[in-house]
């Protein structure tokens, strides 16, 4: 049994598997964020941050969990119309191609001001956005993995989280899918 962190390795522990065959291996998804953040960042993310920042902080999300379809998606989406409002910010989307994100995501959130929408990326991409962001909203597992490695705070928008060492590290903050939640902890 390969655990990635100690928290993983009691809870196999606490399952009765026997400590002998168990590694702390660390975590082979940062193994590979590290070596594709060393790659040369792609001439669309350098022309994308050019057009858009400004000196503006980035903001990056990425929602799209099966959870939050519905009203969650549609409350995440209304906190970010209410954060596109701060003028000292831009925020990125990329967006799953699953309908029941791109229908409330188009809905409210084209044409909003400060708020850009992109297809879904590549990890190469979506690596180098993330080391530009100075915040990440995210209902995704490997971004909860992903932004404390490059010492980005997180607002995880899910009430649970299978990823508890970043919230116990402070990187990572759950705040769930209600609109005031989310925009109070952005600010």
């Not at 598997?17 to 790659?39: M, P, Y």
């Not at 549609?74 to 970010?80: F, G, R």
């Not at 962001?133 to 909860?144: E, M």
Request: charged share 25%.
């Amino acid at each position: 049994h390969f655990a990635p962190t100690q928290w993983a390795k009691n809870n196999l522990l606490r399952e009765g598997i026997d400590e002998r065959i168990i590694k702390v291996t660390g975590n082979t998804v940062i193994d590979a964020l590290q070596f594709v953040s060393k790659q040369p960042e792609p001439q669309e993310i350098t022309q994308l941050l050019a057009s858009k920042l400004h000196n503006k902080k980035l903001i990056l999300v990425t929602a799209h969990r099966r959870e939050n379809f519905g009203e969650p998606m549609e409350n995440i989406c209304k906190a970010l119309v209410e954060l596109s409002k701060e003028e000292d910010a831009e925020i990125i989307y990329p967006v799953h191609l699953n309908p029941n994100v791109q229908e409330p995501v188009k809905r409210l959130l084209t044409d909003v001001e400060h708020l850009t929408l992109l297809p879904p990326l590549d990890y190469l991409p979506l690596v180098h956005l993330m080391k530009h962001a100075k915040l990440i909203l995210t209902d995704s597992g490997g971004i909860q993995e992903e932004a404390p490695a490059f010492g980005i705070p997180a607002l995880v928008l899910r009430d649970v989280t299978e990823r508890p060492e970043g919230v116990e590290a402070g990187t990572l903050k759950l705040v769930g899918t209600e609109t005031s939640s989310i925009v109070q902890a952005a600010k």
